[in-house]
């Protein structure tokens, strides 16, 4: 199958300024309001546009929302969705489930990994790639399936990630 | 004329170039002054002909796949004729489409996801037309007579369970559907979520009008933007033409509907860790009782059935309870939407009443492994569900015959593993799977998970088998009934299946013939 182009793939992960989080963060607060309910949906929402959840906005969600900053945190760091760090520029999600197993998407993890220089929950060198889990992408029966920035890949042999990622890399990273 | 061309939307179809080929076909129709429309219907459930571009004929749709981009121009070459080499004939006719028995999934593939028009000329919204003439009660007692149940696991009745929140003291009630379908081998709510969203929306609403709920939530998985996007496109245009609102069809009935994403946690599909995390929580199960159905989402009465049950319920208000009861076996009533996966040749999505039998599914239907080796094992019911060896193929799907066999039918997901899997290892993995995803709740199922990978690791380098074969059993007992909901609860399923069937992987004589 041929490498094809993907606008989810070539369009980098969004990292917003300081500022720009704190407009953000306005806008989800007077968008959602301050019922507990709304605490996913606003981290979703931050996460979305801001790349990740900044640490040090806790205080401020946990204000907004009338709960301590230790149950924001543990919400958090609950889900494996949210992450409090900028993420890489490109990142790659391979399925670890048992259908994908089944059609050797361990190999094609360990390709990943030769690929990319860095193992699971790993960054390549330069710090423009990340390596994660998934566990399951409703991809069962085209396994083995993965994800580069959201988009959905599905039998994907190892020399079609080599062409995905020839599409997703910058030319010098190749 | 124009011609109409058909390309899926389904991300099944997407993940494996289908925007693109969609992109093509008009391109060259273009460029060869041909009068072609390019429609995007859902996915027919053939996953491996997607993408399954079909062709409008006057005989009817006739199919080709598995279409690649670089195929296109050779198709227009051909004229789309039968006699290309991906040509399929007649999609109705293709046998494993032709021998399903399709209800909850009759519209799957046919139709426009995102068109409320094609929804209606497909028969949609006749249910809750027929089931607003009718009082709450008599909505109830139909759901309850067709014998459907709930896809989750526990199988209960969907009927009963509407009847607890029906009568169930309180103005303030919920539907909350829970959409983490998060098992391995299972895709049949994304299907239906990405290719026949209305009915989802539609059974949400009966449910609604049902049993007095005004509000409704469907938690659908991180996992599934794609299914996200076309709910939310769906709610908008149901509100939009008055079929969620204030006023549901001039009825004077309120129902509204939103969509809560999750945020890649397993445990959410359980149902009460799912209402904490519809509630802005950590996702941690809740002890029952009390049962949601009596203080569920907020503390008020709440009806939480899975996607399949709420997408089923359209068509036993418009056809009747005994049109659906009608098919089936035994306490089984109805049809089992059947998602074949894994190591197969022909994965996707069977509909089959109740009573047919894993091997007819793995070969009748499947026509074997994909790697053309024996197959060695088949997990049914996602990650948490019993391994099964070939002596047990001729078990039929019915949720008693696999209770009977100490296994579970669940969701109806089917994983299959070749001779080369190392069942060991998958055992090693479900215990793994249980640590990372455990809510921590309980002990048994959180530390037990992680202790029963080092057992299962020792048990794997030959370290005091014996011993540690007992302690991975006493292990599994103590999670199997001290756990509190099935993560941990289930975990021992795959874990025990795979020693007592297949002992040789764990080091042990092979004595499976006599214990299974």
Redo the contacts between chains.
């Keep these: 199958m041929p490498a094809v182009a993907n606008p989810a793939v070539d369009t980098p992960s969004v990292q917003a300024t300081q500022a720009a989080v704190d407009d953000i963060l306005a806008e989800l607060f007077a968008r959602l309001g301050d019922r507990q309910d709304q605490l996913l949906p606003m981290l979703h929402g931050l996460q979305d546009s801001a790349g990740y959840i900044p640490p040090d906005r806790v205080p401020a969600i946990a204000a907004h929302f009338n709960l301590s900053r230790a149950e924001v945190h543990g919400v958090i760091t609950f889900y494996h969705y949210f992450r409090t760090e900028p993420p890489p520029r490109c990142v790659v999600q391979v399925c670890r489930a048992e259908a994908c197993q089944s059609m050797g998407s361990d190999s094609l993890l360990e390709h990943a990994e030769r690929t990319l220089g860095c193992g699971l929950h790993g960054r390549s060198a330069d710090g423009a790639f990340g390596l994660e889990p998934v566990y399951c992408l409703g991809q069962c029966a085209s396994a083995p399936a993965l994800t580069i920035n959201e988009a959905v890949f599905a039998r994907v042999s190892p020399a079609r990630f080599d062409a995905l990622m020839a599409a997703a890399m910058p030319r010098e990273a190749v | 004329m124009t011609t109409r061309i058909y390309v899926p939307c389904d991300?099944?179809a997407?993940?494996?170039?289908a925007d693109?080929v969609a992109a093509l076909i008009a391109a060259e129709a273009a460029r060869r002054g041909l009068d072609i429309a390019v429609v995007r219907n859902g996915t027919r459930g053939l996953?491996?002909l997607?993408t399954l571009v079909e062709v409008e004929t006057p005989q009817g749709r006739t199919g080709f796949g598995p279409v690649?981009?670089?195929d296109v121009p050779g198709l227009f070459d051909a004229g789309w004729a039968s006699g290309h080499p991906l040509a399929l004939g007649l999609v109705e006719e293709i046998p494993y489409l032709a021998r399903q028995q399709r209800l909850t999934f009759a519209r799957i593939g046919i139709t426009e996801p995102r068109s409320l028009a094609d929804y209606l000329a497909h028969d949609g919204y006749r249910g809750l037309r027929n089931a607003l003439a009718l009082a709450p009660a008599e909505i109830v007692a139909t759901v309850t007579a067709s014998g459907l149940r709930g896809r989750g696991g526990a199988a209960f009745p969907t009927g009963i369970k509407w009847n607890t929140v029906l009568k169930a003291p309180g103005t303030e009630k919920y539907i909350v559907c829970n959409a983490d379908?998060?098992?391995?081998?299972?895709?049949a709510d994304?299907i239906i979520m990405e290719s026949d969203p209305f009915v989802l929306v539609e059974g949400m609403t009966i449910a609604g009008i049902a049993v007095g709920a005004t509000r409704g939530y469907i938690y659908v998985r991180?996992?599934?933007?794609?299914a996200i996007a076309r709910l939310e496109g769906a709610i908008a245009v149901a509100r939009h033409h008055g079929y969620l609102g204030a006023d549901v069809l001039g009825s004077g009935r309120a129902f509204e509907l939103e969509v809560?994403?999750?945020?890649?946690?397993?445990i959410c599909g359980e149902e009460t860790a799912l209402l904490e995390?519809?509630?802005?929580?950590?996702?941690?199960v809740r002890a029952k009782p009390p049962l949601p159905a009596l203080a569920g989402l907020?503390g008020k009465p709440t009806v939480i059935n899975n996607v399949l049950s709420l997408a089923t319920v359209p068509v036993i208000l418009d056809k009747g309870a005994a049109y659906y009861q009608d098919y089936g076996m035994g306490r089984s009533r109805g049809t089992l939407p059947v998602?074949?996966?894994?190591?197969?040749k022909q994965?996707?999505l069977i509909e089959l009443a109740f009573g047919v039998t894993l091997r007819e599914i793995l070969y009748g239907y499947g026509g074997g492994s994909?790697s053309g080796r024996p197959i060695k094992a088949v997990?049914v019911g996602g990650?948490l569900g019993a391994y099964l060896p070939e002596s047990q193929w001729d078990t039929p799907l019915d949720y008693e015959a696999f209770a009977a066999l100490w296994a579970v039918l669940g969701h109806g997901?089917i994983?299959?593993?070749?001779d080369r899997?190392d069942m060991a290892k998958?055992a090693r993995?479900a215990m793994e799977?249980c640590a990372?995803?455990s809510?921590g709740k309980c002990t048994p199922c959180r530390i037990g998970s992680t202790r029963g990978v080092e057992v299962i690791d020792k048990i794997r380098t030959g370290a005091q088998p014996v011993q540690q074969i007992h302690l991975l059993r006493d292990l599994c007992d103590t999670m199997l009934n001290g756990s509190l909901c099935a993560m941990g609860g289930m975990t021992p399923y795959p874990v025990l299946s795979a020693l007592n069937h297949f002992p040789q992987d764990f080091g042990q004589p092979d004595t499976s013939r006599h214990a299974a």
């Design positions: 991300s099944a997407l993940a494996v170039g693109e996953l491996w997607e690649d981009a670089a379908e998060g098992d391995s081998g299972t895709f994304r991180s996992e599934y933007p794609h809560r994403k999750g945020a890649g946690a397993y995390s519809v509630e802005g929580k950590r996702g941690i907020f998602q074949l996966a894994g190591n197969i994965g996707g994909a997990q990650p997901g994983v299959v593993h070749d899997a998958l993995y799977f990372i995803e809510c």
